[in-house]
């Protein structure tokens, strides 16, 4: 209702393909289930200080078998292994998409 009444059109990817959300729907995913930050329950400034910490560990300082042990910071300043992507490049559509 609130979308409507300040003329919002809802959506949660920009040309409807699935691949353009997945990064955040990982994160996401993480932020509850390995750092469970949706059980807190806490003031909002708190959360968002839980939030940044979760992400500083899991960006600095836990390694992931995906980047070949690596933290994802040490894998985006090295340039000896190549970043894989699951996402193809022509995978966009050119045009918007409205719900």
């Known amino acids: 209702r609130e979308l409507i009444k300040n003329k919002v059109l809802c959506s949660m990817t920009q040309n409807s393909d699935p691949y353009e959300n997945a990064v955040a729907e990982r ?3 993480i932020l509850k289930q390995e750092f469970m930050i949706d ?14 910490e979760s992400i500083n ?5 836990r ?3 995906s980047n070949h042990m690596l ?3 040490q894998m985006h300043c090295q340039n000896q ?10 995978s966009c559509k050119n045009v918007l998409a409205t719900v």
Not at 41 to 47: F, L, P, S, Y
Not at 57 to 61: G, K, T
Not at 81 to 90: A, E, F, G, L
């Open 27 to 29: 994160i996401n995913g």
């Open 39 to 52: 059980k807190y329950h806490q003031k909002i400034k708190i959360t968002k200080q839980i939030i940044k």
């Open 57 to 61: 560990i899991y960006n600095e300082q």
């Open 63 to 65: 390694p992931h078998y």
């Open 71 to 73: 933290t994802p910071n």
């Open 81 to 90: 292994i190549q970043i894989r992507t699951y996402k193809n490049k022509n």
